[in-house]
């Protein structure tokens, strides 16, 4: 066998297909309704499927995450571009800022799990989070040239602080309105 051949990953048959998909439909209600630590037995039960059948698909807890969570990171990216070209490039950071935050608070636990993922290039969630650094390194520019935003921010200043904003939410229960409040505050300190 050619070792420069790369094996394409052959797909999945009928039955296995809708155990994959039935996983990541229950696997995205629990997780909004529980959080990111909800048993992942627990998710398998309610999906039909046995525990082995779930770890088969997604070797551990991220791996699932990141596919449960895939179209909502594509929705992120379509705001993201949207954003580029709005004519007021300080307020396209602010709506991103609180559109990551919302995002990110929506699943218990994820800010956490989101902050690690930065620091590792290994995790499933870290190709997503590359994404976000890059979509809020190019909003952040725009700001930037337009002079709502300070020379000296960083893309890693502002996701930290959405990211922080989501934590908030997540254990103070705030509102969205308290983080486009809080966000107002922080963005106002960079001008």
Same mark, same amino acid.
């Given at each position: 066998m050619n070792s420069d051949v790369s094996l394409a990953k052959r797909p999945l048959r009928a039955d296995a297909q809708r155990n994959y998909d039935r996983i990541l439909e229950v696997a995205?209600?629990?997780f909004t309704q529980s959080g990111i630590q909800a048993s $992942?037995?627990? =998710?398998?039960?309610?999906?039909g499927v046995g525990p082995g059948t779930?770890?088969?698909?997604f070797p551990n807890r991220e791996c699932l995450l990141a596919a449960a969570l895939d179209e909502s990171w594509r929705g992120l990216a379509r705001t993201s571009d949207d954003l580029m070209t709005a004519t007021d490039a300080g307020r396209a950071l602010r709506s991103? $800022?609180?559109? =990551?935050?919302?995002?990110m608070g929506v699943y218990g636990g994820l800010p956490d799990s989101v902050a690690k993922a930065f620091s590792d290039d290994q995790s499933p969630l870290a190709p997503r989070c590359s994404l976000?650094?890059?979509?809020?390194s190019g909003l952040l520019a725009r700001a930037q040239d337009a002079g709502a935003v300070r020379q000296d921010v960083t893309a890693d200043d502002l996701l930290t602080i959405a990211n922080s904003l989501a934590w908030a939410t997540d254990k103070n229960g705030s509102s969205q309105d308290d983080v486009a409040r809080l966000l107002d505050i922080f963005l106002a300190g960079l001008r």
């Amino acid at each position: 066998m050619n070792s420069d051949v790369s094996l394409a990953k052959r797909p999945l048959r009928a039955d296995a297909q809708r155990n994959y998909d039935r996983i990541l439909e229950v696997a995205l209600e629990v997780f909004t309704q529980s959080g990111i630590q909800a048993s $992942l037995d627990d =998710i398998a039960c309610q999906a039909g499927v046995g525990p082995g059948t779930l770890y088969r698909h997604f070797p551990n807890r991220e791996c699932l995450l990141a596919a449960a969570l895939d179209e909502s990171w594509r929705g992120l990216a379509r705001t993201s571009d949207d954003l580029m070209t709005a004519t007021d490039a300080g307020r396209a950071l602010r709506s991103w $800022l609180i559109e =990551i935050s919302h995002h990110m608070g929506v699943y218990g636990g994820l800010p956490d799990s989101v902050a690690k993922a930065f620091s590792d290039d290994q995790s499933p969630l870290a190709p997503r989070c590359s994404l976000l650094g890059k979509s809020t390194s190019g909003l952040l520019a725009r700001a930037q040239d337009a002079g709502a935003v300070r020379q000296d921010v960083t893309a890693d200043d502002l996701l930290t602080i959405a990211n922080s904003l989501a934590w908030a939410t997540d254990k103070n229960g705030s509102s969205q309105d308290d983080v486009a409040r809080l966000l107002d505050i922080f963005l106002a300190g960079l001008r």
